[in-house]
Nanobody, 123 residues
Framework: VQLQASGGGLVQAGGSLRLSCAASTSGRTFTRYIMGWFRQAPGKEREFVAA????????IYADFVKGRFTISRDNAKNTVYLQMNSLKPEDTAVYYC???????????????WGQGTLVTVSS
């Protein structure tokens, strides 16, 4: 499973960005996987942001993004999105997408990772 994240950039506080994560399946059934977004700010550990199941659209979010970020996916394109609204300077981080057969909010449950895309929110 290969993941390619994109969509990061520089935005002012209060602005929006949409991140994309394109997955190549190499023949695997992608509806088995749970797709997640994590982020890592400078000097901090990688933390969970949001996740979505391919099969039943169930989603989970970290408390600090509820009401601002929305995770979604396009099964036909094998792509997961993270729509980020009302961005804050503290949202500045490298955002990573991951794929998991287990799911949840822990890093160890995700066996596949994209390369990350940098989001910078200026005040």
């Amino acid at each position: 499973v290969q993941l390619q994240a994109s969509g990061g950039g520089l935005v002012q506080a209060g602005g929006s960005l949409r991140l994309s994560c394109a997955a190549s399946t190499s023949g695997r059934t992608f509806t088995r996987y749970i797709m997640g977004w994590f982020r890592q700010a400078p000097g901090k550990e990688r933390e969970f942001v949001a996740a979505i199941k391919w099969s039943d659209y169930n989603t989970i979010y970290a408390d600090f993004v509820k009401g601002r970020f929305t995770i979604s996916r396009d099964n036909a394109k094998n792509t997961v999105y993270l729509q980020m609204n009302s961005l804050k300077p503290e949202d500045t981080a490298v955002y990573y997408c991951g794929a998991s057969l287990i799911g949840g909010t822990g890093l160890l449950g995700y066996g596949y990772w994209g390369q990350g895309t940098l989001v910078t929110v200026s005040s």
